[in-house]
């Protein structure tokens, strides 16, 4: 499926992971970049940031993703970002901006934090993708949803949020691991 905006937590992992950003701190001007791309999915500074990785600037949108992929990369998001940016990589993705927290952000279980990105296509249904990290304790679950032609962007976000309702359901304070 094309990705939307789910592409710019890897477009934000690859930036990280450069030879020539990887062991040194941030400037300004790349947080300036990279928080917007991801709090706000500011599309720009998503062009940018493949403009400086060497990609074509467009139509990062478009790149095919799949579930299982998604699933995999949030799963493993940490271990894939240097360790220097670890930290700022998952305040990013864990403060995505209220208008944006549709879907998955608004079935969290109690008790576990939220690390996410989601993309739609401007209101119109084409795309409502959710990719998500939970993590409580040790526990970590991830979880990928991508919806394809919904009739609206409301449709397509009470859909994400009654499909994330039901693969959460059971992961409440009281659950226990099995």
């Known amino acids: 499926m094309p990705s939307a905006s789910v592409v710019k937590a890897m477009l934000l992992v690859a930036y990280l992971r450069q030879p020539d950003v990887r062991h040194r701190r941030l400037r300004g001007t790349e947080r300036a970049l990279l928080g917007p791309m991801i709090r706000r999915s500011d599309n720009a500074a998503a062009s940018q940031v493949c403009n400086s990785l060497g990609y074509p ?5 478009l790149t095919p993703i799949d579930v299982a992929g998604q699933t995999r990369f ?3 998001i940490e271990r894939r ?7 700022y990589a998952m ?3 864990g403060s995505i901006v209220p208008s944006q927290r549709w879907g ?10 939220l690390y996410f990105k989601g993309g739609w296509g401007s209101g ?3 795309v409502d993708h959710q990719v998500a990290l939970l993590r409580r304790g040790r526990r970590r679950l991830s979880v990928a949803i ?26 409440g304070p009281r659950s226990r691991p099995r």
């Open 124 to 126: 119109s249904g084409w």
């Open 91 to 93: 305040r990013l993705l």
């Open 74 to 76: 949030f799963l493993h």
């Open 146 to 171: 991508l919806i394809t032609s919904s009739p609206s962007h409301a449709y397509g976000s009470e859909t994400l949020r009654g499909i994330s309702r039901r693969l959460l359901r059971g992961l």
């Open 104 to 113: 998955i952000a608004r079935t969290r279980p109690r008790g576990w934090a």
């Open 81 to 87: 970002t240097p360790r220097r940016h670890r930290r």
């Open 57 to 61: 600037i467009r139509p990062w949108g």
